[in-house]
């Protein structure tokens, strides 16, 4: 199970900090991801964190003003995000990569409106 939290309303420019809690196997063996989705758009990919945390990997439009970091000894991973703009509003979903590389598993997602 992944759920995530943390998200609202910010003004442009501001930042918002979210959770995901993430229960069921063990979390460490896991890469784990943040994705979107935006009104009348597809779910995209926003941030990527390796297993033990060593790697991360953003979209373009997000890099150098998001952070994804994982606290594994409470199953928990986050995204902070900062600077941000009315393009980032969107319903944000973590989410576990499966072996093959796929993300099949969704938790609930929390809505970010980023007004201007």
């Known amino acids: 199970q992944l759920q995530a939290s943390g998200g609202g309303l910010v003004e442009a420019g501001g930042s918002l900090t979210l959770s995901c809690a993430y229960r069921?196997?063990?979390?460490?063996?896991?890469?784990m991801a943040w994705f979107r989705q935006a009104l009348g758009k597809e779910r995209e990919f926003v941030a990527r964190i390796s297993a033990n945390g060593g790697i991360t990997n953003y979209a373009d439009s997000v890099k150098g003003r998001f952070t994804i970091s994982r606290d594994n000894a409470k199953n928990m991973f986050y995204l902070q995000m900062n600077s941000l703009k009315t393009d980032d509003t969107a319903v944000y979903y973590c989410t576990e990569e499966a072996p093959d590389g796929g993300y099949d598993y969704w938790g609930r997602g929390t809505q970010v409106t980023v007004s201007s």
């Open positions: 069921g196997r063990i979390f460490s063996q896991y890469a």
